[in-house]
Each structure stands twice: as C-alpha cells, then as structure tokens.
C-alpha cells in the first residue's frame, strides 16, 4: 500500500516530484488530470524482447538516459529493462530507473538501495520509471538521491511492461527487486557492489521477501534490509481494509493481484457489486489516485463480497506469501507508525515479535502518532543512518530481548 493518510481524515496526502502536502483528488475527472501531468510515455522500450528466454534472470535488456525526471540538482537517471521472473518462475521484462547522485562516486561507487515502492496501481499505466516524481519524490526516494545513494528503483513487473501485474505478491517483488541490482551494474558502472533493500507498503513486504529469498541465495554483496509499514497480515488485513471508510480502493487492486497470481480466481468472489462496478475501469485506465477517487464514496461494510473469507485462492495467497515465517539472510530493520489507519500496527509488531522467536536479527521502531506516509518521512534520516552503518560494516543491534 502507499500514500493513505488516517481514512477518516483524508484531506491531505503527500504526493511526490517536492511538491509537499496537497489535496487528494475530489473526483475521478481530477485523479486521471493529475496522474496525466505527472505521466512521462511508455515507449517502445518497455516493450519485451522477442528472445528473452535468450538471457538470464538479471540480464540488462535495455537502457535509455532517463529524462523528464524531477531530481535532486544535479543527479541524472538511467532507465534500465531487464530479465527477472514472475512469482511462478516465468520469464518477464522489468522496467525501472536508476537514480545517480551528483557528483565523483566514492572509490568504491555509490552504495546501492534497491527501491521497492509502494502501492502505484495495477495497470501498465502505473510504472514509476513513466512518472516525472518516480511515484515517490520527497517522500524517502529523492532524499536518498540527494543524501548520497544510487537508488535503482525497479517497477515491478506488469506497471510499465506488459502485465499483469501480480500486487502485493511477495516472491513476484522480491525476484523483481533481486533482479534489478545486477542490471543496474550493468547500466552503471559506477554503482558499489554492496547493496541494502528498502521498502514501503506493498514494498515493505517486497523488502521482507527479499530478506527471505536471501538466505538462501546468501548474496555476500547484500547488506540487509529495510521494510517499513509493511504489509504483513492477510485475512484480517482485508477486514480492515473492507470496514474502514477511505480505503476499499485496494480490495480492487488486490483482487486483481490474486487474479494474476491465480488466473482461475473470480475478483467477484472477493468484492461487492459495489466495487465491480468499477473493477474493470480502475484497474486498466488509471492508477493510485484514480483508485482512490472513484471509490472514496463507498461506505465501510460495502465492500467485501459475503463470504469472501472462504475463497480458497484468498487463503492461499495469503498462506503462501505472509512474512514471519522463514528466517531471513542478514540484518532487518522494521518500521511502523502507531497511528497507521492502513497497515494496523499491531500486526508489524506481532511479525517481529515471531522474528524474535526465531532468533532472526531483527530491529524494530514504530513513530509515535505517524501514519502510513508519515512513518516512511519521518523515519527517512533513521533509515539512513541504520544503511551507512551496514555500509560501514558496524554490526546490527538486534531490538529483540537478549539481542
């Protein structure tokens, strides 16, 4: 998830490109205008290759001079495409950018962050690399620009490329991230071989994957990772998101994540007749905003179809992709704000606390009275911090007790 402030309030958002606090869309006509002036094309270089099989996972496809970004003065940008896998293992092309600091890279390079953003939308239409702000601006993204860091930012399979785009899938994230570094240093000769993951919402939950797969492929260039107001409940994150007035827009984007996942799912099976309706507009013509706008009406209690929670492709999804429950390849930071009206604290806590159970070096700090966006801002210079010292080689302080 991304960009939601407490639902009950909604009148402010952080949107990205420096442009501060502004209005959140009061119609859908004002949503898709907005997303338009922050759009750059989709040319034919997110177009996949004939041959992808050809290569490997990681392989650099393509890469162009990424312009009509607004950046930290300056920096400059490389659009990169690239071989990764889908949450199945099959070949896709992955769009995304990598954003270089100005001036003369450390002898090293620049350190790397691998971006993993949050909640841009499920329609090609909603691939960072093709927005001016890179979905994010001010809100972390920029800041690590300006603070030092090579950001390479991949968007996902299926927003940008063709899709579609499996949401909030965490093996499909991770592999999109995981992938992402070594193209990057393909593109960039200049970046550091060592590398953190960092994440928010639906990216949060792509950096714990991450975390997952590396203890496993024990990567000794990766350094660690940070996930913030990550995802990390399923079943009773939807009945969250189906009773609280503001949100029911992510249903619709998450219904269509498990219809990528698992083609023979029904989104009907999921969500009201309320928000079908919609369903088939919000997922191909627009992206966040758009979603937001065109269901803000919709009350609480409206939105879950009857049932739902016997749909076997839902428990599946989430059986198969909650976090906590693999150890994890090295050192994790965990952050969460306490008055997070989309990712309810209390699951992030009880994710660590089942970390802490199995002994996984874990670090964990909520912000008081922050919500969804204010957390990742507010905890920006903690983040930076917690990186430099992985960079550094300054071991972590686990949080846990007896860590």
Not at 184 to 195: F, G, N
Not at 355 to 364: D, E, L, W
Request: proline share 8%; with cysteine; charged share 15%.
């Amino acid at each position: 998830m991304s960009r939601v402030l407490r639902p009950m309030v909604f009148a402010l958002v952080l949107l990205g490109g420096g442009a501060g606090a502004q209005e959140m869309p009061k119609s859908p006509a004002e949503a898709l205008a907005m997303e338009r002036a922050d759009r750059l094309p989709l040319t034919a270089f997110y177009d996949a290759p004939k041959n992808l099989s050809a290569s490997k996972p990681g392989a650099l496809l393509r890469q162009e001079a990424g312009t009509g970004y607004k950046l930290p003065p300056g920096a400059s940008a490389v659009r990169i495409l690239y071989h990764s896998l889908d949450a199945s293992g099959r070949d896709v092309a992955t769009s995304g950018v990598v954003l270089i600091p100005a001036g003369k890279p450390p002898a090293s390079g620049w350190p790397v962050i691998a971006w993993a953003h949050g909640t841009s939308g499920v329609s090609r239409l909603c691939g960072p690399s093709a927005m001016r702000d890179v979905y994010y601006g001010e809100e972390g993204l920029m800041p690590m620009v300006a603070a030092g860091f090579a950001v390479v930012a991949t968007d996902y399979h299926g927003l940008g490329t063709v899709g579609p785009h499996q949401y909030v899938n965490k093996i499909a994230q991770a592999r999109d991230v995981i992938y992402s570094v070594p193209a990057a240093r393909a593109a960039v000769p200049a970046l550091d071989k060592r590398w953190v993951v960092d994440g928010h919402s639906q990216g949060g939950l792509a950096a714990w994957g991450v975390a997952e797969m590396q203890h496993q492929i024990k990567d000794p260039n990766y350094l660690g990772a940070v996930s913030v107001a990550g995802v990390v409940r399923g079943m009773e994150f939807f009945n969250h998101l189906g009773e609280t007035p503001g949100v029911g827009f992510y249903l619709a984007l998450m219904a269509a994540g498990i219809q990528a996942s698992y083609p023979d799912f029904k989104p009907s099976s999921l969500v009201s007749d309320e928000v079908m309706a919609h369903y088939a507009d919000v997922t191909t013509n627009g992206c966040y905003l758009y979603a937001y706008a065109t269901y803000a009406a919709v009350p609480g209690g409206k939105l879950l179809r009857p049932g739902w929670d016997k749909v076997p492709q839902v428990h599946r999804f989430f059986d198969e992709l909650s976090p906590a429950k693999s150890p994890i390849g090295g050192p994790m930071l965990v952050i969460a704000g306490e008055a997070d009206a989309t990712v309810p604290i209390d699951g992030v806590r009880d994710a660590v606390k089942k970390m802490c159970a199995m002994k996984q070096p874990i670090s964990f700090r909520s912000y008081p009275g922050a919500d969804h966006d204010p957390a990742m801002v507010e905890s920006t210079p903690y983040q930076f911090e917690w990186i430099r010292a992985r960079f550094a080689g300054t071991p972590a302080v686990s949080s846990c007790p007896g860590g």
